[in-house]
């Protein structure tokens, strides 16, 4: 397994978690990291990406100032705190690797991905 997601949970609305993404070096210490997530009947969706780096993010609108992505370069794993959870942040949330390393936004853009950590926010 080259990408292991871990964190999620079940959370009143509000409330915070923190997702954090345990990568390989070989895999994603050049490369850029990202979060998606899917809510049932759902497509894929981008949440936020990280440079190889962390040195540059981008963060969907819709999580905006509730969300925060980040990484540590050495251990090449990345991490999502959560902030002020809503009902429609539920959903899997999947971590992956992209083939190059700078900040992209399409899945297509993306080769690895981990196994999802499931986020209930209840209302």
């Known amino acids: 397994v080259q990408l292991q997601a871990s964190g999620g949970g079940l959370v009143q609305a509000g409330g915070s978690l923190r997702l954090s993404c345990a990568c390989s070096?070989?895999?994603?210490?050049?490369?850029?990291m990202g979060w998606f997530r899917q809510a049932p009947g759902k497509e894929r969706e981008f949440v936020a990406a990280?440079?190889?780096?962390?040195?540059?993010?981008r963060l969907a609108e819709s999580v905006e100032g509730r969300f925060t992505i980040s990484r540590s370069y050495a251990a090449s794993t990345m991490y999502l705190q959560m902030n002020t959870l809503k009902p429609e942040d539920t959903a899997v949330y999947y971590c992956?690797?992209?083939?190059?390393?700078?900040?992209?936004?399409?899945?297509?853009?993306?080769?690895?991905w981990g196994q999802g950590t499931e986020v209930t926010v209840s209302s």
């Open positions: 992956a690797a992209a083939r190059g390393s700078a900040v992209v936004t399409a899945t297509s853009s993306y080769n690895y």
């Open positions: 070096r070989r895999t994603c210490s050049n490369n850029a």
């Open positions: 990280v440079s190889w780096n962390g040195g540059s993010t």
